[in-house]
């Protein structure tokens, strides 16, 4: 069983950086795909980046493309997730996400998740 916790959210201005972490344990870290995803409020749960458990493979949403940025640190146990040029639309609490198997865009397919942190982008 795999924990995750997020930390790192905050309110920012728009064109800002910041940088989101997820911390995992009860699990060997390398062996999972980790993944962000994002839910505004009032809206689905949206993909936003995904790294491969293997191979260094990663995966973006087109919104971000450019963007962000999605790392690991596999002897830290964590994720990261570089957000540059934020934007309003940004505004959302992020997740961190984990499987055992490939990339995936699909909330659906990942196992486990952490409780989120808020992040808030203003004008």
């Known amino acids: 069983q795999v924990q995750l916790v997020e930390s790192g959210g905050g309110p920012v201005q728009a064109g800002d950086s910041l940088r989101v972490s997820c911390v995992a344990s009860?699990?060997?870290?390398?062996?999972?795909?980790m993944a962000w995803f994002r839910q505004a409020a009032g809206k689905e749960r949206e993909f936003v980046a995904a790294?491969?458990?293997?191979?260094?493979?990663?995966i973006y949403a087109d919104s971000v493309k450019g963007r962000f940025t999605i790392s690991r640190e596999n002897a830290k146990n964590t994720v990261y997730l570089q957000m540059n040029s934020l934007k309003p639309e940004d505004t959302a609490v992020y997740y961190c996400?984990?499987?055992?198997?490939?990339?995936?865009?699909?909330?659906?397919?990942?196992?486990?998740w952490g409780q989120g942190t808020q992040v808030t982008v203003s004008n």
């Open positions: 996400a984990a499987r055992l198997l490939l990339l995936s865009t699909k909330a659906s397919e990942y196992n486990y």
């Open positions: 009860g699990g060997t870290f390398s062996r999972y795909t």
């Open positions: 790294f491969s458990r293997t191979g260094g493979s990663t």
